[in-house]
């Protein structure tokens, strides 16, 4: 399979835990994207990688959130002390080229659950 | 700031039955109007992109239109395999989805 991969599908986990997602993304892809979903709602952007520089950040993405793109490979969102509004889908998505196409390749992403 | 809006929210429609998706837009300038499609528990799947009003795109039992404020994704003679949540988007990689349309098609 050479779709983006995500990992874990599921996590549980306590609030004020740390929690860590990981994306691989389709490997000729340079743009590397993180959205989130919440139930019965569209995704919404959090942040985006050119290879391995984060280039725009959402509003969205408190302090708590961090992500990386080590050497513009795969890619890591962490989740430190979480709350339980952090509760959502987590999608990676990635697209080809420079261009800005809005053609995104999503994985099936990483679905959260803080109690 | 960029606003989509999709209705219905939910439709339920029997085997062969067509219908249309709308998806209201209002943006200051548009770079593209994109369609996705989701299955429950995955993600979403790109469809179409549509770049200027009179622009259609069909694909199988879908065909997306655009005008200046709205687009339209009609579903002809839908089968039960085009069940899922339609969710239209706007401009580039940082998409302004909206909460989609869940469509349901009963044998």
């Known amino acids: 399979d050479t779709g983006v991969s995500q990992d874990p599908r599921h996590k549980i986990t306590k609030r004020g835990q740390n929690v860590t997602f990981r994306c691989d993304p389709i490997s000729e892809h340079n743009r590397l994207y993180w959205y989130r979903q919440t139930l019965g709602q569209g995704p919404e952007f959090l942040t985006y990688f050119q290879n391995e520089a984060q280039l725009e950040k959402s509003r969205l993405l408190s302090d708590r959130f961090s992500a990386e793109r080590p050497k513009g490979s795969f890619s890591t969102l962490e989740i430190q002390r979480t709350e339980q509004g952090d509760s959502a889908m987590y999608l990676c998505a990635s697209s080809p080229g420079l261009a800005d196409t809005g053609e995104l390749f999503f994985g099936e992403g990483s679905r959260l659950t803080v109690l | 700031e960029d606003q989509v809006t999709q209705s219905p929210e939910a439709l339920r429609l029997q085997e062969g039955e067509s219908s249309s998706l709308n998806c209201s837009y209002t943006?200051?300038?548009?770079?593209?109007l994109f369609w996705y499609r989701q299955d429950p528990g995955k993600g979403p799947e790109f469809l179409f992109t549509?770049?200027?009003a009179g622009e259609e795109k069909e694909k199988e039992r879908l065909k997306a239109t655009l005008t200046k404020k709205e687009s339209f994704l009609h579903i002809t003679a839908p089968k039960p395999e085009d069940s899922a949540t339609y969710l239209c988007a706007l401009n580039g990689y940082k998409l302004s989805f909206g909460a989609g349309t869940t469509v349901t098609v009963r044998a």
């Open positions: 549509l770049y200027s």
């Open positions: 943006v200051s300038g548009l770079r593209g």
